[in-house]
């Protein structure tokens, strides 16, 4: 089983909300990621969990919170987002770090709109 | 620093048909890994295929299958007897030996399958 699932599929929201995307897997591995995809571009790495700590933080804005509660579970907390902000988030896991067969698995994604 | 290139942003096969994408790196390191991500317009990011750098046969999967030049740094991906299903946009990733949490993205060809 390599599922990855996310939460909510779609988000609307307007520049001073606060919300939370979620992303869970229960395939025990170790490494989760969050991921920025514009349309028709490739995925842009935003963080990266290894053992419930962040491991990689790539310059991504303050607005953007990300938290990993277990080594199941991860979220990204938005808060007065920008309209460039609307895009697909994608989630990932992976099995640990710098493994051999370290294949990295995605979730179906959060559609954002930022209004 | 590593990059990925693909130099088809469009490609077009007749359902039943065989078709070729193209993929080419640049990378200083001598071990890493190759993956082929597909990603149809329902957008959930999906594994291919896969490759390690270190082993000199190339990887199948059904109907997918790969054609590794190392030393051209080439990774093409072909896919034989083409399905409707089949239709999506198809990323090639580095991802370091080294750097492992890191996927380095091409950036994706368009497979358009015509019945």
């Known amino acids: 089983d390599t599922e990855v699932t996310q939460t909510p599929k779609h988000l609307v929201m307007g520049m001073t909300n606060k919300k939370s995307l979620k992303c869970e897997q229960h395939?025990?591995?170790?490494?989760m990621y969050w991921y920025k995809q514009k349309a028709k571009k490739p995925p842009e790495l935003m963080f990266v969990y290894s053992y419930e700590k962040l491991s990689i933080n790539e310059s991504v804005p303050s607005r953007f919170s990300p938290e990993c509660p277990n080594s199941s579970l991860l979220n990204l907390h938005l808060h007065a987002l920008q309209p460039e902000d609307s895009a697909l988030y994608l989630c990932a896991s992976s099995p640990g770090t710098g493994a051999n067969t370290d294949t990295q698995y995605f979730g179906p994604g959060t559609r954002l709109t930022v209004l | 620093a590593q990059t990925v290139t693909q130099s088809q942003p469009e490609m077009s096969v007749q359902e039943a048909e065989t078709v070729t994408l193209s993929c080419t790196y640049d990378?200083?390191?001598?071990?890493?890994?190759l993956f082929w991500y597909k990603q149809p317009p329902s957008r959930q990011m999906i594994l291919v295929i896969r490759?390690?750098?270190?082993?000199?046969q190339n990887a199948t999967e059904n109907r997918f299958s790969v054609n590794f030049q190392k030393a051209a740094k080439s990774f093409s991906l072909k896919i034989s007897d083409s399905q409707l299903g089949d239709a999506a946009m198809y990323f090639c990733a580095y991802r370091s030996w080294v750097y492992g949490n890191k996927l380095v993205f091409g950036a994706g060809t368009i497979l358009r399958v015509k019945s």
């Open positions: 990378t200083s390191e001598s071990d890493y890994y």
């Open positions: 395939m025990g591995h170790r490494a």
């Open positions: 490759q390690e750098a270190y082993k000199q």
